[in-house]
């Protein structure tokens, strides 16, 4: 029940030639700044959606068939922009989570929509970036 979920982490090499320890910093920096964009869309987006508070998604038996359609909707109409942001390393997932919103949107927002093509790794991968790289915790 959330929009986005959203690090890639670049090894720098420190290399002989000038040129690829350049490449490798001007990469490291485009992943923390893909990092914070893709976290800021997310909480952003979430905290609209009223899913989210403080950096802190609600609990799913507090998500409202209302609150479910927004974050629903705002995953759709923004869907490319989270696919742009996202980092490397969850880009796929992401890919895949916006399938299934559409596919839920489609589906006249049935919470019984299947995963497909999203799968449980790929949320779980989605969640612990959410956690460990934009500071995002979870009610239960």
């Known amino acids: 029940m959330r ?3 959203p690090i890639v982490v670049v090894a720098a090499l420190i290399a002989v030639a000038p040129a690829a320890a350049t ?3 001007s990469t490291t920096t485009a992943s923390v700044v893909d990092t914070k ?3 800021k869309a997310v909480i952003d987006a979430n905290t609209r959606a009223g899913t989210m ?3 802190r998604f609600l609990a799913p ?3 409202t068939p209302i609150l479910w359609k927004k974050v629903v909707d705002a995953a759709v109409s923004n869907g490319g922009e989270f696919i742009a942001l996202a980092p490397g390393s ?3 997932a992401v890919t895949h989570e916006i399938a299934y919103y559409r596919h839920i949107k489609a ?3 049935s919470t019984t929509t299947p995963l497909a093509p999203m799968t449980l790794a790929d949320v779980k991968k989605i969640m612990d970036f959410e956690r460990t790289q934009c500071g995002i915790t979870f009610a239960t």
């Open 3 to 5: 929009v986005v979920t």
């Open 23 to 25: 490449k490798s910093t």
């Open 37 to 39: 964009s893709w976290c």
């Open 53 to 55: 508070k403080d950096k």
């Open 61 to 63: 038996s507090k998500i």
């Open 90 to 92: 969850i880009k796929t």
């Open 107 to 109: 589906n006249h927002y």
